[in-house]
């Protein structure tokens, strides 16, 4: 048996997802650019994506720009607000991707910005007031908070900080990566400047993504080259991932909330099942509905004598999962995002994350996986 349980670092490919692709891979080869009929129609095809996005999104479609995935998409959003608006001051958390935090540590590092951290409790909440007092004390800042964290899958009040960022005329940049098709966004009424979408984490392909620029913020360009994406990203568009990231999108909102019910079913099950097996078992973030991403379970494991081994067994029992301990201070090694909630460094965690096409009898499966492995590594 094999059980794909890794769906927070990527999803499996929708098959009518797949169908779409084919039939613009076999059938439209023209370049967007050109101007004769190949090349319109396949022009065409872009804007039809562009256009079911921002619909999806409640936005116009000038405001989407597709990219390369989440991280240039990240990049670009952080990057831009720097270099175009002169912001020097930057809010963001310990907690975020490493796209986001990487990207924030190396501008602090070449001296453009100053970075404040805002606080995170051991669930991995934000603290909203030492937010606002960041805000307050500093001139215009760009705030860079996720919406979902990909590791633990607490859940930021994004309607909040949006809300906090335009008291303080701060620009925001959320984040979406984990929660894009799997909760409605509607950039309408959300108060950020910039979200982020990934096609791969929503059973798209991998390798596109979209960025959406609330019109109020000018970017320059963010590749120069040739006049594509409205002279914003130059370079021949990635027309099948396009094409499947709109398909995929579409798919997502037609059916989301039966999906949310099944996964959440599953996870709230699993939840259950594992605490019945090994009582000792605890969860890294948050885990009630409301406030958890409801694809992802990060489980705690009590300390074991070969906790390394924990995934590696689980590997081998045809379960794929991911994670790791806490990092120790200062290395690279083990979880940021579990180092800075004060996670215990020798207590393994997996993160387990579902997508519509797990089963109650997978989650049967990895349980008595789990309980058997833990069982024979304690016994050691
Ligand atoms: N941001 C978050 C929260 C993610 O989970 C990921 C992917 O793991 C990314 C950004 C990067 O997205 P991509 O893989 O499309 O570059």
Request: with cysteine; charged share 20%.
């Amino acid at each position: 048996m094999k059980i794909y349980l890794d769906n927070a670092a990527t999803t499996p490919l929708d098959k009518e997802v797949l169908k779409v692709m084919v039939e613009v891979m076999e059938n439209q080869y023209g370049n967007p650019s050109s101007i004769h009929a190949h090349g319109r129609e396949v022009r065409t095809l872009v804007e039809k994506a562009r256009k079911t996005v921002a619909n999806l999104m409640n936005t116009a479609p000038a405001n989407i720009f597709f990219t390369s995935g989440g991280t240039e998409a990240d990049n670009t959003a952080i990057k831009s607000t720097i270099q175009d608006f002169g912001i020097t001051h930057v809010i963001t958390s310990k907690i975020e991707h490493h796209a986001v935090g990487h990207t924030l540590e190396a501008l602090e590092s070449q001296g453009k910005i100053k970075l404040s951290y805002v606080e995170t409790d051991a669930k991995g909440n934000i603290n909203y007031a030492q937010l606002e007092e960041l805000l307050k004390s500093n001139e215009r800042s760009l705030v860079s908070l996720m919406h979902a964290n990909n590791e633990i899958g607490t859940l930021t009040d994004i309607e909040r900080v949006g809300e906090l960022c335009e008291a303080y005329q701060a620009i925001f940049h959320c984040d979406t990566v984990q929660t894009m098709g799997h909760y409605p966004h509607d950039l309408s009424k959300l108060k950020a400047h910039f979200v982020v979408c990934s096609a791969h984490k929503l059973h798209g392909p991998k390798g596109v993504g979209f960025l959406y620029v609330n019109p109020s913020v000018k970017i320059k360009p963010m590749i120069l080259g040739g006049a594509q994406e409205r002279n914003m990203r130059g370079g021949t568009e990635n027309v099948y991932g396009i094409v499947g990231l709109a398909k995929a999108l579409e798919m997502a909102y037609a059916d989301m909330e039966s999906h949310q019910n099944q996964i959440q079913t599953l996870k709230s099950y699993m939840m259950k099942e594992l605490k019945k097996a090994i009582p000792e078992i605890d969860f890294n973030g948050e885990t009630a509905p409301e406030k958890s991403l409801y694809t992802v379970l990060n489980v705690c494991f009590p300390k074991m004598e070969m906790a390394d081994m924990l995934l590696f067994n689980l590997d081998i029992s045809g379960i794929s999962a991911s994670g790791g301990s806490a990092c120790s201070s200062g290395s690279n090694i083990g979880s940021h995002v579990l180092f800075a909630i004060g996670a215990d460094p020798d207590r393994p965690s997996v993160r387990f994350s579902f997508s519509k096409f797990n089963t109650k009898e997978e989650i049967d499966y990895v349980v008595q996986k789990v309980k058997e492995i833990f069982i024979s590594e304690t016994s050691l």
